[in-house]
Nanobody, 125 residues
């Protein structure tokens, strides 16, 4: 059973920055594609960004392009999300996901078999 533990969530003002981290209990290279999803109260879970196994390819939701950067360090078994110029609409629970075998369906939560418990991000205006 793969364990994913997120950290770094906080309450910030609009325009601020945060860096989320996800620590995996296993070799992240074996987890193939990894990503970040978020979910606001009353809304469906949505993709934020996904990164390939070796970290070369990444894909972002249109709403975060140019503001967020996903990265991974397979030597440290970790996934990161650097978030800048945060907006109130970025608020929500952020989840680390892992295990998608290809980029097909990259935006669908069902493509990822492994999930963390989430870390809360709150952005106030």
């Amino acid at each position: 059973q793969v364990q994913l533990v997120e950290s770094g969530g906080d309450s910030v003002q609009a325009g601020g920055s945060l860096r989320l981290s996800c620590a995996a209990s296993t070799d992240t290279y074996s987890l193939y594609y990894m990503g970040w999803f978020r979910q606001a109260p009353g809304k469906e879970r949505e993709v934020v960004a996904v990164i390939s196994r070796g970290g070369i390819l990444s894909t972002y939701a249109d709403s975060v392009k140019g503001r967020f950067t996903i990265s991974r360090d397979n030597d440290k078994n970790s996934l990161y999300l650097q978030m800048t110029n945060l907006k109130p609409e970025d608020s929500g629970m952020y989840y680390c996901a892992a295990g998608a075998k290809s980029s097909v369906g990259w935006s669908r939560p069902a493509s990822f078999p492994n999930w963390g418990q989430g870390t809360q991000v709150t952005v106030s205006s």
